[in-house]
């Protein structure tokens, strides 16, 4: 079991930044790739971004460039830093793992943007 410790969000003006934190805990040998999606009601949870061990990274196109993903292996954490937000980066953000056999998600952090 994996259990993820999601924080950071909040409301923020467009322009602006916020930092989400995720951290793992439970039973694991490697948590290989982590990352975060993003869920509007109405619509399919998306990925924004993704981390390999290696620190391989990937983003949706709609955030390259204003979001940066890294992680500390040591920590079992995952970091997305948030910048140059716009209306539409509002949704609910899930912080994601995968270990052998099995994906798992956070409970969710809400960021909102305001225009």
């Known amino acids: 079991q994996v259990q993820l410790v999601e924080s950071g969000g909040g409301l923020v003006q467009a322009g602006g930044s916020l930092r989400l934190s995720c951290v793992a805990s439970?039973?694991?040998?490697?948590?290989?790739?982590m990352g975060w999606y993003r869920q509007v009601p109405g619509k399919q949870r998306e990925l924004v971004a993704i981390?390999?061990?290696?620190?391989?990274?990937n983003y949706v196109d709609s955030v390259k460039g204003r979001f940066t993903i890294s992680r500390v292996n040591a920590k079992n954490a995952v970091y997305l830093q948030m910048n140059s937000l716009k209306a539409e980066d509002t949704a609910v953000y899930y912080c994601?793992?995968?270990?052998?056999?099995?994906?798992?998600w956070g409970q969710g952090t809400q960021v909102t943007v305001s225009s």
């Open positions: 994601y793992a995968h270990v052998p056999t099995r994906d798992y």
């Open positions: 439970g039973n694991f040998f490697s948590i290989d790739p």
């Open positions: 981390i390999t061990k290696g620190s391989a990274t």
